[in-house]
């Protein structure tokens, strides 16, 4: 083959395009500097998978890393959006150093000996144990449990010279997240969706900019702004984080499931509401489990009853103002048995809202764990909340609501009630 081959250029060509350094833009690459974390914090699109894959490859093939921890909101993210996505580690292997992934032991292993594995947040005692040199976090802002999880991961970070980690996450305005941006030892690098502009479909960035553009959520999830509290917000994250529990207690005397149903199910509908409460002896309530979802009427019941089961509840509370008897009708067709109350919504939201977060303020409320959807809505619920403007219904903070009013508001006494054990989920 001559040197001025087309066939060679063509194979040049093709090496230089898929050389990383060479086509990613500058915040995508590794800052400079003796930092012991790096938080890139970006919008969705920007390709914050792609740049954590391929600094995991750059470490992996640099030798630089052996014992790598890769922790995502769900082990199914782990494996569909770190590991075999379209921006994941497999992915953006090199040819000569490509690893084999064992889904069952979620692991990757490397011709070189490094090895990746796979954490949860939703596991976080899976970390305690397992050593590490290099992390790469992903959607930090969505784990569940988010300080326990980081906890133990930090706790075992610490095999070689310099181990380090990486956070690559849309913002939320969680406390752990806060945390790390005040942090000296950590470079905070922050983008735009409408920074890859080049790779995203013209069609995409139109109607995204048309519809979120220069909205709270626009704000946040676009162009990656971390937002406070609402002023005039009938929730405060900083109440959520302050009476957040990693377990209920176990002498929990009700629980129910409060259900709040979409009037349709399509693309444009709004979400079906599902979440499961309970009321301590201590008088206390607890979030255990936000289920929410657009969802058929079949799904949405199936959920609902499954959560019933599953937590040993005594009773499903369902708003009924759109289609009462359908609607519970639709639950007994999954369990004829079921205890079903109905509830009618003869006041406007922020009225039946306002009780519930007196309770919150009073500190008689606590989250289990971490619900990132549901406490978006209560932070951001404010007492002009007008659905028209809002362009969405808050359907799981009205099953919040109808939740903690049946176990709370103007309910008996947790002595009347007979205790039952509840063994987490």
Known sequence: MQPNSPTIYGQLAAALQNNWRLTARPEQLPPPGDWNGWLLMAGRGFGKTRTGAEWVRECVEAKLARHIALVAPTAADARDVMVEGPAGLLAVSSPW?????????????????????????????RLRGPQHDLAWCDELGAWNSASAAWDMLMFGLRLGRHPRWLVTTTPKPIKLL???LARQDVVTVRGSTFDNSANLAGPFLEAIRKRYEGTRLGRQELNAELLNDVPGALWQLEWLDRDRVSKAPEDLCRIVVAVDPAVSNNEGSDETGIVVAALGQNGDGYVLADLSGRCAPHEWAAKAVTAYRQFKADRIVIEANQGGAMAEETLRVQDRNAS??????????????????????????????????????????????????????PDRLDALVWALTELMVGAPEPARFIKVNYMGR
């Open 340 to 393: 079903i109350k109905k509830v009618h919504a003869s006041r406007g939201k922020v009225t039946r809202a306002e009780p519930v977060s007196a309770l919150y303020e009073q500190r008689k409320v606590h989250h289990v764990g971490t619900f990132t959807a549901l406490e978006d809505q209560l932070t951001s619920f404010t007492s002009d909340f007008d659905r028209s403007s809002a362009g969405f219904s």
């Open 97 to 125: 150093c490509r690893p084999t992934y064992e889904p069952s032991k979620r692991r990757l292993t490397w011709p070189n000996g490094a090895i990746a594995s796979t954490f949860s947040s939703e596991e976080a005692d």
């Open 178 to 180: 806060r945390e790390l």
